[in-house]
């Protein structure tokens, strides 16, 4: 068995060869930075927000699905706000008696432009009623 003088050269020049990137290594510099995600919430309806790209979109709405309501996506440019799977709830705190419960939606910011995102909140079996509520957001994703 070598000896760890012998293997530490070779295990220096993978290290080396992974940070670099050559053959789809991952980038070991410590300047790259995670890009910030960016939360919308219920007060943010009509406003437009800016997203970097790769950066996660999280919109965050009061909802109280007790009552038959949930927020559905109506609108989206999937190219542009890539959906992150199903939609989260959150329930309310504990200490809370009647507590709001949240719905929260993640996109993934993939390709740069700007996309009108918009959500309705409705029953499903009220199939000729307006939503209740709509929440909609400008982004432009830079």
């Known amino acids: 068995m070598p000896s760890i003088k012998r293997r530490w050269p070779i295990l220096a020049a ?39 790209k790769g950066a996660t979109l999280i919109v965050k709405l009061e909802s109280r699905p007790g009552t038959g ?22 329930g309310p705190d504990k200490d809370v008696l009647d507590g709001v419960e949240y719905q929260v939606f993640q996109f993934k ?12 909140y409705f029953r499903v079996w009220e199939k000729d009623t307006p939503p209740a509520k709509r929440f909609s957001i400008e982004a432009n994703i830079t």
Do not use: F
């Open 69 to 90: 309501y949930s927020w559905r996506v109506v609108k989206n440019d999937p190219n542009k706000l890539m959906p992150e799977g199903e939609p989260a709830t959150i």
């Open 14 to 52: 993978l290290l080396v060869t992974v940070c670099s990137g050559v053959g789809g290594g991952a980038n070991c510099s410590s300047s790259q930075k995670a890009k910030e995600p960016v939360t919308v919430t219920d007060k943010d309806n009509g406003a437009k927000i800016r997203v970097e």
């Open 109 to 120: 910011a993939v390709s740069r432009g700007v996309v009108k995102l918009e959500l309705d």
